[in-house]
Each structure stands twice: as C-alpha cells, then as structure tokens.
C-alpha cells in the first residue's frame, strides 16, 4: 500500500505547504472526512501546491495538479473583471443602469432602478435567487434556466431603493455575465475562454462542466454519495465554473500583480472599493476584509477558497470535492498562521516505542502540582494525584486527548534528546509543565 499512498499526495514548485497542513489534509482524507483536498500558495515570488486524496474514490483515481472541480461562486469574481474591462473599453460605465444592456423591448417595473456596479457588489436590491427558479432543490437546479426566463424574472422584480443594500444575490450577478454576454453579442462562454481563460494561461479551466475532459473531471460528493455536476444557462456568471488548483492560483496571482498587459487596468479596477456599507467591504464581487480579498465557493459536490493579500504580496487557494466539509479553515490558516485550523480529533497511530518518550514527571511551578504519564495496553495514560489513571488519543505531531474532558495535552522539546514540556489545556489558558529529572 506504501506506492498508492505515495500516489495520493502530490507537492509541486519550488516551495512547500507547510507540514501541518499536509498533516491536516491527510488526516480529513484518511478519515473519509474529504474525499480529496487540493491547495496552492504564492508568497516570496514561489509557488507550492498540494493536492492529496481521491478525484473519484469509486474508481481509485487520485487527484493531481490538473484535476478539474467546481469552483462554484469564484466564477463572480471572473465575470467581475468581465465587467471591468468593459468599462476600461468604454462600452459601459459602472454607474450605466442594467436596462441599457439588456434588450429594448423590456419593459422592467422597476425602470432604471439598478446599475451594473450595484449587481457587482450585491447591492442592487434583487433578491438571491429568481423568484421563477423553479429546480432550486433539484440535482441540476441551474441547467433548464434560460435567458427567457432571467429577462422575465428581472422584468417582473419590484426593487425599492431601501432594499439597495449588501445582501449576496446569485440572481444579480448571474444577470451581469448574460448581460455582458448581450453587451458583446456573444455567449458568457465565450467571453470567459477569450478574455479570462486564454490571456492568463488557465489551460485547465473550463465556462461549465460539460467542457471537462473526462480524464481531468473530479466527483463531488456530498457526505457520502456521489452528486451530479452543475451545469448553466443563463445563470452562468455567478457559478459556473470549473478549474484546477494550479489554475485557480494562477488566478489569483494575476489579481495580485495585476501586470497583464491586456488585463492590467481592469483588473486594478476590480480591486478597488466599490461598497462599504453597515461593516461590509467590496470591490467587483470581490469580498475585503482588512485589505484581504477574499471569496468562497459551494456547489452541490465542492468548496472552494481564494485569498489574496496585496500587503504581505500573498495568494492561497483551496478546493475539495465534499460539499458538507469545506476547507476555508485551511486557506485561512496558509494566509495567517496566526488563523487556526479547525480541529476534528482524528486518532493517529502511534507504536508503543514511540510512546515512550513521552512519558515521565512534569511539574507546574505556579500550581506546585506534578502530573505523570505512563504508557498501558498501548496508550499514553496521564495521571494526576490522588485520581485515578486517564487514557490519550494520539492526533499526531505530538498532540493528545482526554476525550472524557476533551482535555489536549501537547508535548515540546528543549533538547534533541526527549521531550521536556508538557503543555496541559482543559480550560482557560494553556499550563506549562516541567519535566522533572
């Protein structure tokens, strides 16, 4: 089994993901938690990805570079810099109301209440979803809405000027890729394989799932069954992409540098502040937190994350095929380690030779107690005074439970030779304790 667990994880590029965080992905994927977890970081000018697990798990097929997921609301952020090289071309303003785009022949019961920034910045008034979505619960719930049907529904919307606030609307966004796709008299698919795709070298990135290649397509799952792929019309801008982690980061550093000769004007207006209201920050469809753009992604099998820090010069992406277990956990952490990784408590094997060099004696100074740990039936026991023995869960890199307490007990070493802290948490802040010689 050694060559195929070889064949699951995969680093590429100058750099490394940090240890943890490999650890962190092996262990979801070990555990069935993920099915396959891909990541990719740009910091000091290298590149690191990390891709571990399966793209199908029916079929033992593991993931690589090149494998292809859903990025689902990521696609808002690729229809925004649609929008701002419009502008930077002059075919449209930000401030341009969304009926000079659409056909002229509508009539809209809420006449120039909407402009193309609002929908870029989900503050248009337009409600989540089309009220005439009818598959909202269904397998495919994008792929029977037509154009028809969006230029009815937005013709129908009452949209009241105290309702133009941040509320993420679906609707609003996929209404800008159609009416960028009417603007340019050309498909939404297009636009995106022209002007996003082919001028940033994202060879393995797709305008919806029936373009991948069956040998890159990655299963999603959701808990445990496989789902069916998402596929769009008229709703494409909001979600419809499909694209590998290599490609996904290669994304985010072209926003981060924002030098293509071609790209470059709209892709530093897409940056810029468009909202701020009640707490919320936003450039075109691009979320902001303390100079973080940032946003996610969930279709019915995937979860995707990009980040992109222009202070510290940063890029972190992140996908999984498991829709009920996203990894915004993991990309928060490759920004900031600071950022912690959630943690689920995964058992990890560990000999009883290896045990042995934690055990011993250890003193807390400022409580004068000593607590000691032996080793039983192969496990790691903790004993405090006058009690009685308490079984550890080994979850690796020197870390412990006591799931009865929930109690995490860590180990750290001054010297090379054996570990002579232990570091006890049941609650408030961590205690540090000595060993004793």
């Known amino acids: 089994m050694k060559w195929l667990l070889m064949a699951l994880s995969l680093n590429v590029f100058a750099a490394d993901v940090p240890e943890n965080v490999q650890f ?54 690729m229809t925004a810099l649609l929008l701002a090289e419009a502008v930077v ?60 049907d969006l230029l009815e ?20 966004v996929g209404l800008l890729g159609e009416a960028l796709a009417i603007l340019n008299q050309d498909s939404y698919q297009n636009l ?6 082919k001028p940033l070298n994202m060879n393995h990135s797709y305008a919806d799932a029936s373009m991948v290649p069956a040998d890159l397509r990655v299963t999603g799952y959701a808990g445990k069954y496989e789902v069916s792929n998402w596929h769009f019309k008229a709703l494409a801008g909001a979600g419809s992409v499909n694209s590998s982690i290599e490609d996904l980061l290669t994304f985010g550093i072209a926003i981060l540098k924002a030098d293509h000769p071609e790209l470059k004007q709209a892709i530093e207006l897409s940056k810029q502040v468009h909202y701020q209201e009640r707490g919320v920050t936003l450039g075109l469809n691009w979320h902001i937190n303390e100079g973080v753009l940032w946003h996610n992604g969930g279709t019915g099998g995937f979860r995707s994350m990009l980040m992109i820090d222009p202070k510290e010069n940063k890029v972190v992406a992140a996908i999984t095929n498991q829709a009920e277990h996203p990894v915004e956990d993991i990309a928060g952490h490759l920004m900031n380690s600071d950022n912690p990784m959630k943690s689920y408590d995964f058992p990890v094997e560990i000999d009883e030779a290896a045990l042995q060099s934690y055990v011993g004696s250890f003193h807390n100074k400022t409580n004068d107690k000593t607590i000691q740990t032996s080793i039983k039936d192969g496990h790691l026991m903790l004993h405090f005074p006058k009690q009685p023995a308490y079984r550890l869960t080994y979850l690796g890199q020197n870390k412990f ?17 054996a570990f002579d802290q232990l570091f006890f948490k049941a609650w408030g802040d961590e205690q540090l304790y000595q060993k004793v010689e």
Request: hydrophobic letters at 30%; charged letters at 20%; aromatic letters at 8%.
């Open 24 to 77: 962190e992905i092996q262990q979801r994927v070990k555990h069935d938690y993920n099915p396959g977890i891909a990541v990719a970081v740009y910091e000091q000018d290298q590149k690191a990805v990390h891709v571990h697990g399966w793209a199908n798990k029916a079929q033992q097929k593991p993931l690589t570079p090149q494998s292809v997921f859903e990025i689902g609301s990521i696609t808002k952020t």
């Open 192 to 197: 995106l394989q022209e002007h996003v795709f």
């Open 89 to 148: 071309q002059k075919k449209v303003s930000l401030d341009d109301h969304i009926d000079s785009v659409l056909p002229t022949e509508l009539q809209l019961k809420s006449p120039q209440a909407i402009t193309l920034k609002q929908l870029a910045t989900h503050s248009s008034g337009l409600p989540r979803l089309p009220s005439n979505q009818k598959n909202i619960f269904g397998k495919d719930p994008y792929a029977d809405y037509q154009r028809e």
């Open 401 to 417: 439970i006591m799931k009865l307490t929930k109690t995490r007990i860590r180990f750290e070493s001054q010297s090379a030779d």
């Open 153 to 172: 529904a937005v013709s129908d919307q009452v949209v009241l000027q105290d309702q133009q606030h941040y509320a993420y609307s679906n609707f609003g």
